[in-house]
């Protein structure tokens, strides 16, 4: 059987720990096999990396030299969008379609910051002396860690990679543990595109054993970390302990909302990507929906109607909507979580099975689920699924509304449907989230910041300021004139 190296101070070669294995969740089939990092690993590339970043071949490159790398990879992604999208559609089922979208965005995403870096500047803070001048000037941090999650690997990877490297640090990135490929995948594109070794390094392995050791190390300076809302508040206590920065994107339970004047087709059609892209697969999924009362049927019935439409089918193959969920072990919970939702009084409208069908025996696949009767005290409501279920509730008034979408630990992300924009300007102002799409959902920019509220997370990534995020400000006071200090006469 054929081992896959793994890339640690950039060096190719086996990890010295247990054997670990890329399953294609659509039948269970295996992609590759290799040894994860061990402990010892870490320390290595964790000592390569703080070599690395000092080294004056990385340190004194300029930005625009730096970028240079980075555009160098993006263009290296474009070119084999399709082989990566294969790979990434293997590695973790998503359909090919999305899995294209997800490596388009990671171009998109290097390219970017290749720019921002180049246009990075500092400050000259207004003088409060007539003869010192300040200077506000940003370095980088030294030896980052990037930890993230199995749902879009090349997407999220890149987004803390690029930025990171833009800013001058070293990283050091732990990929989760279902869907190493895309992390590997990068680490070889940057090494061709001639980043200096040590600089990245990719550290597959159980994230309580090695995401955990990396996350500690004392020479690794900040913590940027994508995934489920428990482990995240378990990092933002090592950042503390360390007093380094955590950059946190954690869970989600988006409201969507459909005002009495919404445009019902447009809503229904976004509604479903929303919920039903990627299997409900995503943090910003939108899975409570809130309808006026006035329009609850035409909307439901539409959105039903649409649901019913989806094509479950091989991630593979063209015109698939829903592939499998990422493994048996997910789906379980995903349907422990419908059968609650019936104990809790809901009634399944749509879905909520696994398909009959044969063809699907093999892979995890589920049926996209609509359910309603239950209020948003339903745990179904309060708890992230994490997969293709979406709860719908009728409102009747504003305070109503925005009183029962911000009931929620969670403050992600929220969807608002109506032809009123300045209404809906004025709910979005109110509603306790840190990204609010108005007759739109699940669309990204990655010059526009995104982050959670409460505990979706901390911290910004993307846009400029998610530059300066992996970066450390420092003030310098400059004396211009010639005056001596006469406090030791
Ligand atoms: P999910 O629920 O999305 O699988 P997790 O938060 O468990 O989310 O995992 C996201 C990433 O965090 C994965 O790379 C995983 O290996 C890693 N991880 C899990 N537990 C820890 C931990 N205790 N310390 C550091 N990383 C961890």
Known sequence: MELLNIFIGGEWRQGGGELMHSHFPADGSLNATLHAASLEDVAFAVERAEQAWR?????????HQRATILRRVGDLIQLR???LAEQQTLDNGKPLAEARGLVASAAATAHYYASACELQEGELPTARHSDIMTLSRYQ??????????????????????????????????????????????????????????????????????????????????????TGGTRTGRHLAHVAAEKLIPASLELGGKSPTIVLEDADIEQAARGICYGIFSSGGQACIAGSRLFIHRSV????????????????????????????????AAHREQVMRYVELAQEEGGQVLCGGEIPADPVFAAGYWFQPTIIEGLSNQARVCQEEIFGPVLVAMAFDDEQQLIAEANDSVYGLAAGLWTRDAARAL??????EVGTVWINTYKVFSVSTPFGGFKESGLGREKGIQGLKAWMQQKSIYLATGTSVNHWCD
Do not use: C
């Open 55 to 63: 080294d004056p071949n990385w340190r004194d490159l300029l930005p």
């Open 81 to 83: 969008l399709e082989r």
């Open 140 to 225: 980088p941090l030294g030896v980052v860690a990037a930890i993230t999650p199995w749902n879009s690997p090349i997407a999220s990877e890149m987004q803390k990679i690029a930025p990171a490297l833009a800013a001058g640090n070293a990283v050091i990135l732990k990929p989760a543990e279902a869907t190493p490929l895309m992390a590997l995948e990068l680490a070889s594109l940057f090494e061709e595109a001639g980043l200096p070794a040590g600089l990245l390094s990719v550290l597959p392995g159980k994230g309580s054993v090695i995401g955990d050791a990396l996350a500690r190390h004392p020479l690794v300076r900040k913590i940027s970390f």
């Open 296 to 327: 609850y049927q035409p909307l439901l019935t539409r959105l039903l109607e649409l649901t019913r439409g989806l094509r479950l089918g091989h991630p593979l193959q063209h015109g698939t909507h829903i592939g499998p969920l990422i493994s």
């Open 426 to 431: 004025r709910l979005a102002d109110r509603l």
